[in-house]
């Protein structure tokens, strides 16, 4: 949805009317991104994606249709057996698509979506889901409103990192929860072929990446958002990465990784913890780096890091999905 926001805002600042789509449910459907939306105009052109586009036109006209006292509508659409294929999807599904008329979202909504950092929409729907009205909210203790038990939700799922949309009951009616937690930033100190496979890397997964050569040029990084930071010490040299992991460690970006051998380990332990840091924070280190996959080349270590790095934004323990109940 963040590709959506300097389009809705245009919209804003043109007078333009429309409505943001996205769904209330799904099954099925294949791997897909969970910030996937659409956004309609009042002459039924979609901006964004959803589902491959195979529901635009039927989404288009459903919008249109809504009756002028109703902000919001719910619609079923499912593709099954040769309608994957030609929509380009991996596997058949079903969804509860919410139409919201554009003027209920909140137009911070949209500016904190373009400035990147952390937000959560939550959205009060009525039982017939026919008006919806939204309000944004963020990790700190700052609000824009909406019930407690909802905003407590929202920074509950902006602080695992990961997008998402969660529907629920609360005494005050049906809600959505949106959370869009800032794109991860990775901070990679030292250079060669294993920083630049690194950063490649990153933008398969759309996160961003810089890599610094000086310790001063990613402790400034790292302090800019540090929330959204995930540093990957490469250096061996302690005037450089000593420095970088404390300030890591004591501003408390989410995944601290550092390559090295056990004893490179060790040394960087000593030192840190010379200067000041408890055996909590230096357990926070990640290191050796990477889940264990086997990897022996650069390209798949690169690929070992930045899955470690995925699982840690998720607090979640590796396994294999075979063995999963879900």
């Not at 109703?70 to 599904?93: F, I, N, P, Q, Y």
């Not at 979202?105 to 949209?110: C, E, Q």
Request: aromatic share 4%; proline share 5%.
């Amino acid at each position: 949805m963040r590709e959506l926001a300097e389009t809705a805002r245009q919209w804003a600042a043109q007078g333009r009317t429309g409505f943001l789509v996205r769904p209330l449910t799904e099954r099925g459907f294949g791997p897909r991104r969970p910030a996937d939306a659409l956004l309609i105009d009042e002459d039924g052109h979609c901006h964004g994606t959803l589902y491959g586009g195979a529901f635009d036109a039927y989404l288009a006209a459903e919008a249109a249709a809504l009756p002028a006292d109703h902000t919001a509508g719910v619609r079923e659409v499912s593709v099954h057996d040769d309608e994957v294929k030609r929509a380009g999807l991996t596997c058949g599904g079903h969804a509860e698509v919410l139409l919201q008329s554009l003027h209920t979202v909140p137009a911070r909504w949209w500016d904190l979506l373009a400035d990147g950092t952390d937000a959560a929409l939550i959205t009060r729907l009525d039982e017939a889901r026919t008006r919806a009205a939204g309000t944004v909210t963020a990790p700190g203790p700052e609000a824009d409103g909406g019930p407690a038990e909802a905003v407590e939700r929202a920074r509950e799922l902006l602080s695992r990192r990961r997008t998402g949309r969660d529907i629920r009951p609360t005494d005050d009616g049906l809600i959505l929860i949106e959370t869009f937690p800032a794109v991860p930033h990775l901070v990679i100190v030292g250079g060669g072929e294993l920083a630049e496979l690194l950063a490649r890397q990153a933008r398969l997964l759309d996160w961003h990446a810089t890599v610094e050569s000086a310790a001063e040029d990613a402790v400034r990084l790292l302090a800019q958002r540090p929330a959204a930071a995930c540093l990957i010490v490469l250096s061996h040299e302690p005037d450089v990465d000593v420095p970088v992991l404390s300030a890591a460690l004591t501003t408390g970006v989410p995944y601290v990784g550092a390559l090295g051998s056990r004893h490179t380990q060790d040394r960087r332990a000593a030192d840190l913890a010379k200067a000041g840091l408890d055996e909590e924070l230096l357990g926070r280190i990640h290191g050796p780096i990477g889940l264990d996959l086997g990897a022996r080349t650069p390209a798949e270590t690169a690929l070992a890091i930045c899955a470690e790095v995925l699982a840690a934004l998720d607090a979640r323990e590796v396994r294999v999905l075979r063995d999963a109940s879900a």
